[in-house]
């Protein structure tokens, strides 16, 4: 079993950064893949980035491509979501999830929601506003 704890959410203002950090105990980090999602208000959860078990691989979604860096630590059971040129669309509560197997959809580039991810944190709400 895993447990996955997220902070680092925040207000910040448009053009801003803030970086994420997802915290993993129980389980072995490093045989998960590392998926983060966000859901903003009266909107469906859609993944944002994800990072293979060795961080060989990362992905995504189009929106945060050139903004946001996906990374992990495995020696400190950490992973992280460095978010750059932040905007008023990128607010949404954050969660970090974790799989053996990295979805098929994020590997053909479709939307995923995360319905199947195994383990999931509480989330951090991350919010950009001036």
């Known amino acids: 079993q895993v447990q996955l704890v997220e902070s680092g959410g925040g207000l910040v203002q448009p053009g801003g950064s803030l970086r994420l950090t997802c915290v993993a105990s129980g389980g072995t980090f490093s045989d998960h893949c590392l998926v983060w999602f966000r859901q903003a208000p009266e909107k469906e959860r859609e993944f944002v980035a994800a990072?293979?078990?060795?961080?060989?691989?990362?992905y995504y979604r189009d929106s945060v491509k050139g903004r946001f860096t996906v990374s992990r630590d495995n020696a400190k059971n950490t992973a992280y979501l460095q978010m750059d040129s932040l905007t008023p669309g990128d607010t949404a509560v954050y969660y970090c999830a974790a799989d053996k197997g990295l979805p098929a959809a994020i590997l053909s580039g479709l939307e995923y929601s995360g319905s199947d991810m195994d383990y999931w944190g509480k989330g951090t709400l991350v919010t950009v506003s001036s």
């Open positions: 990072i293979s078990w060795g961080a060989e691989t990362t």
